[in-house]
């Protein structure tokens, strides 16, 4: 994982060059898949062609870098970060960089799911390697020009420089590099050397942010487009009978009322048109599968916890052995609620389907899959679709599904017109994809003052725990460990959502930790540390966190928080490894009135080197408030198939006056970085409900807290 | 359909709408100003804040009628340059994640500083609590509330 200086790739395998007519170079680079030998980036900038290249970079002959990226940005930053990392090899100064976002091939896109926490670890090593080796080619250029060695020119934001003292700009050799051969082996820089990974650089759009421009899917148009507000059937379970839309269509603006399948869509000249048009319409619906409540969930998740019918993900010893030889056992069940994502700006999607060709634009996450969806949906070569990404009011997991795109598409085949769907905040919330409710009954197994065992079955809707989460900590510390998984299969939609599973798996762990803690008599800190060490020397492949980086942040965060120590507060811990980083946090709380209040929340991260430190510090404090709101907070419930919440006002987010300072400190080291967006948000909860266990002596064990607490519910 | 007369960013427009329309909507479908966001339609996120005679007004409860008369401004035209200020703290924090409902707590926190021009933390918290952020940017919008405090003065 340490950052290695020499470099060598096959040439050819993932970049070309070409001089532009209008003066400049153009480097064009496939990040994830080789380019054909016989392609070149184009001479003429307007014909940038996506097919090839997902990326390219313009170096003027003024020396000036434009970065065009294809990936758009949703809140994790990686619209800025990933461009750093091009132009730290390139060694320009980072005043001189423009990005802008290019459009997305997403016919060879590889990387179908843009924006996630991934990126960034997935880009580190080929992004750098494009910036190196633009950077080498124009040093090239320039040693030719002068006569000497490359290996005796240096550069420096954006100069080269020679030992007899001569310079040139960037600028006044792109014409030369531009036809070079593309070299096979290039230097990357020495982590020391950074001069732009590592500092604090302001997210890209942030001008057209703080004055209103048009960048999200909500605020695209085009001539001549309608506005749909679509009627879904209003409970799971449920399809269309029958429908009268004789108001709606008298609504002022209402163009067309269109069913399609068991969704009925109005189009109107405006939105507010259009949803005035959804309330006037009358339609009846008809039970075609079972009508669940929240109710049923919980009796069935019990069931299943109670059962024996279960899959098991990782078995080490023999728990049923460890746990009647103990001399105490412990067991707790932990309940959480489904929750949905409500990203500020609500599902929409426009979609204008003619005879010739399918045109999508707005908020996705998943385009190159959601391009195909829509194809075979209609009937169509996905050659005929084309899918524009707009920056995106967060995502959370749920602009993982094309569901809105779907039916934007159904909508303007029907319609034959350019249609732009809109959700309204009650659509949003109750045609979720939600993250689905989750039991856990943890039990563990004390002998002669040693923990001796851990079984952990999960019971879940729709789906389980998947891919190593079986194996993150405490696997590979405890002799007899057991993961075992049940579900039941709803009619709710259910999906990702920020850090899926370990979300709530992190907080109930961390929870029961301490309770192990307690019952042993042993310090909570030390209780981990010495677990920890159990993990070290590690040959089972299957376990990727790493015992050292997680006693590290444990220390940190130890420290910076004064664990143990600070008067006047509750202080709760916690420590997770998930999304490849390791995370240890400490909640302050004091209690008001019987209300607790997340006073401070101290951060220890390891996430190997800092990109960008003001996004990622921004991406830690996001994680941990949205850990805490959702943890305090959140929840939806049904009744008989139908969302009980639909709007923020029977939805409590988290506000202003409930959140805590977040003190966040990084852990420094050369280590290949990973990412930001979700792995703060799983433990925090846990320390929460450890503040509040000392504040209260209550254990809390049923998300979300505030309404198993005997105080009154929030809302607003 | 009627036509209102709206002043909106020290300009006259006339629009045909409803009387009933939300002006958040008359801003963003008849006006092309869609800096103003949509997130609830019930005056409970505060995504649709603009001014209206120099107070934060939800935009999404207000009628196209009732806004006839006002002076109205949005986050397009809260400074000629961007540079508000306001806008000017949220750049120095670099205070956005998604982005989505900043314009709105912008548009909050100008109008709270236009009234209270050296607020205390509590002061600036109570007055940021209706503007939700999905994204949880929370602790910089307090910053930079005090940060633009500090520039207004
Ligand atoms: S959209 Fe107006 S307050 Fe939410
Ligand atoms: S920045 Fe995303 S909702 Fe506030």
């Known amino acids: ?716 | 359909m009627p036509t209102f007369q709206l002043k909106i960013n020290g300009a006259s427009h006339s629009v045909e709408a409803d009387a009933d329309t939300p002006l958040l909507w008359v801003l963003r479908d008849n006006l092309d100003l869609v800096g103003t966001k949509y997130g609830c339609g019930i005056a409970q996120c505060g995504a649709c804040t603009v001014h209206m005679n120099g107070n934060a007004t939800r935009s999404c409860t207000t009628t196209v009628a009732n806004a006839q008369g006002m002076e109205i401004t949005t986050i397009e035209g809260l400074s000629e340059n961007g540079d508000h200020p306001v806008q000017e703290a949220w750049k120095d924090i670099d205070v956005p994640q998604c982005g989505y409902c900043q314009s709105g707590q912008i548009m909050t926190a100008s109008a709270f500083l236009e009234n209270n021009s050296s607020p205390s933390r509590e002061e600036i918290r109570s007055a940021m609590h209706g503007n939700i952020c999905r994204c949880a940017s929370y602790n910089s919008i307090e910053k930079a509330v005090e940060v633009a405090a500090k520039k207004m003065n």
């Open chain 1, 1 to 716: 994982m340490k950052t290695s200086n020499k470099i060598s790739f096959s040439r050819r395998s993932f970049l070309q060059t070409s001089a532009l007519a209008s003066g400049g170079m153009l480097v064009g680079f496939n990040l994830f898949t080789a380019c054909k030998e016989d392609v070149k980036p184009p001479v003429d900038l307007s014909l940038l062609d996506y097919n090839d290249f997902n990326a390219f970079i313009k170096i003027s002959d003024e020396g000036k870098v434009t970065i065009f990226a294809p990936n758009p940005e949703i809140g994790q930053g990686v619209k800025t970060s990933m461009p750093m990392l091009i132009a730290e090899e390139l060694d320009v100064a980072w005043e001189d960089v423009h990005v802008v976002q290019g459009k997305l091939d997403t016919k060879n896109y590889t990387r179908q799911v843009a924006g996630g926490s991934q990126s960034l670890r997935q880009g580190w090593t080929p992004l750098r390697q494009t910036g190196a080796t633009a950077r080498q080619m124009l040093v090239n250029a320039a040693a030719a020009k002068w006569g000497v060695s490359a290996s005796e020119c240096k550069t420096n934001k954006g100069v080269i420089t020679n030992a007899n003292g001569d310079k040139l700009g960037y600028g006044e050799v792109v014409k030369e590099a531009a036809s070079l051969e593309v070299p096979e082996d290039v230097t990357l820089k020495d982590p020391k050397d950074f001069h732009i990974i590592g500092q604090d650089i302001s997210n890209v759009d942030i001008d057209e942010i703080v004055t209103g421009k048009p960048l999200f899917g909500l605020d695209y148009k085009q001539e001549g487009m309608q506005y749909a507000s679509v009627l879904r059937p209003p409970a799971f379970g449920q399809k269309l009978e029958s429908f009268d839309d004789a108001n709606a269509r008298t609504v002022n603006g209402v163009n067309d009322v269109i069913k399609f399948g068991d969704k009925i869509a109005v189009l109107a000249n405006s939105t507010w048109a259009a949803m005035k048009g959804k309330k006037a319409l009358k339609a009846t619906w008809t039970q075609d599968s079972k009508a669940e409540s929240t109710a049923f969930h919980d009796e069935t998740l019990l069931g299943l916890l109670n059962g024996d019918k279960f899959d098991t993900r990782r078995k080490d010893g023999d728990v049923i052995k460890a746990f009647a030889e103990a001399d105490q056992v412990l067991e707790r069940t932990y309940e959480t609620p489904f929750v949905p994502h409500n990203c500020m700006e609500p599902m929409n999607f426009f979609a204008n389907v003619t005879t010739d060709k399918i045109e999508l634009v707005g908020p996705i996450q998943t385009p190159a899959g959601t391009a195909g969806q829509v194809a075979r949906m209609l009937g169509r070569d996905a050659s005929e679709v084309t899918l524009e990404m707009t920056r995106m009011g967060g995502g959370f997991g749920r602009r993982l599904y094309g569901d809105f795109a779907l039916e934007a598409a159904e909508v303007s085949h029907l319609a034959k017109k350019p249609v732009k769907v809109i959700f309204s905040r009650e659509d949003d919330m109750a045609a979720g994809i939600y993250r689905p409710a989750i039991k856990y009954r943890i039990a563990a197994s004390i002998k002669d003052g040693k923990l001796t065992g851990y079984h952990l079955k999960e019971a879940a809707i729709n789906g389980n725990m998947y891919g190593l989460i079986p194996n993150f900590f405490p696997a590979g510390a405890i002799e007899n460990y057991q993961v075992d998984t049940a579900n039941y299969k709803s009619n709710i939609t259910t999906g990702a959502w920020r850090a899926p599973y370990t979300n709530v798996l992190a907080s109930c762990e961390q929870s029961f930790f301490d309770e192990i803690a307690e019952a042993m008599g042993v310090d909570r800190i030390k209780l981990h540390m010495d677990l920890l060490e159990n993990v070290k020397r590690t040959t089972d492949e299957r376990i990727q966190y790493s015992p050292e980086r997680l006693q590290g942040v444990i220390k940190r965060v130890v420290k910076e928080s004064n664990y143990g120590k600070e008067k006047d507060v509750y202080q709760g811990f916690a420590v997770y490894y998930c999304h490849n980083t390791h995370v240890a946090e400490v909640a302050d709380i004091i209690m008001d009135n019987g209300v607790p209040v997340v006073k401070k929340v101290t951060v220890a991260v390891d996430c190997g080197i800092v990109v960008n430190p003001l996004g990622a510090k921004n991406q830690v404090v996001g994680g941990v408030i949205d850990g805490i709101g959702h943890s305090m907070y959140g929840e939806i419930t049904f009744n008989d198939g139908a969302p009980q919440s639909n709007n923020y006002d029977s939805y409590q987010l988290i506000r202003m006056l409930q959140t805590p300072q977040v003190d966040v400190h990084f852990i420094e080291n050369d280590i290949a970085p990973t990412g930001l967006g979700e792995p703060t948000l799983p433990p925090v909860g846990g320390a929460v409900a450890n503040a509040i266990y000392k504040a209260t002596g209550k254990r809390l064990t049923k998300m979300p807290y505030m309404n198993n607490m005997d105080v009154e519910p929030v809302v607003g």
